[in-house]
């Protein structure tokens, strides 16, 4: 008998354990076309916009604070602790260019049942996303690309450095001082309809 008992409570205990402890789940990610500086600061006046707390860490990482769940989200061991279920969102800008980042959102739970979990990503919960590129339209972060002495060009898509100087200024090996002139790191540090400045001195008369 106590055997079996010890069986039930050894399987009770297996099924409801990672409730208790905290879950990483259901990350997401989200391209911006922007560096990761001015991705962060979007990132950081979106959740202030939706009045959630948050500290940025010493890696530029966020960590928001805990918010408590839904009324009448919970497990039975969660209810058993008496800990309160909750959630809170660790996030993380990664730069893929010059002017392009990553913004990848994980939502971290505790006493979420997992079929629950979904429910609390940052997308559905705050449209977090739709609000950062909401944002960068009404107040796009400033150019960092000169004001006078060239032209501004739209990349199209599919188009490097390379063939941009050579569309505009007639040679391809062009890119290099482009390159130069914009901080990007090579003739494939760009994306589709990126701003590109190109001086003066390179572009034919009739540009």
Known sequence: MLALLAGCYVSWWSGTEHYDAPDSALGEEH???????????LTEDALRGDGILFEVQP?????????????????????????????RYEIQVNSEASQRSKIIVNVRTEGIPDNQIASYKASNRFALFKEIDELAEKFPPPSHLPASGGVNFALLPNEDLKALAKRVTGNPDNWVQIAKDNGLKSDTDVTAFQNVWVRNSLLPPDK
């Open 59 to 87: 890696d530029n990482s966020i960590i928001t604070n805990w918010r408590d769940a839904d009324p009448g989200t919970g497990t039975g061991w969660s209810l058993v602790m008496r800990t309160p279920p909750r959630y």
């Open 31 to 41: 391209v911006v076309n922007y560096s990761a500086a001015d991705a962060l600061q």
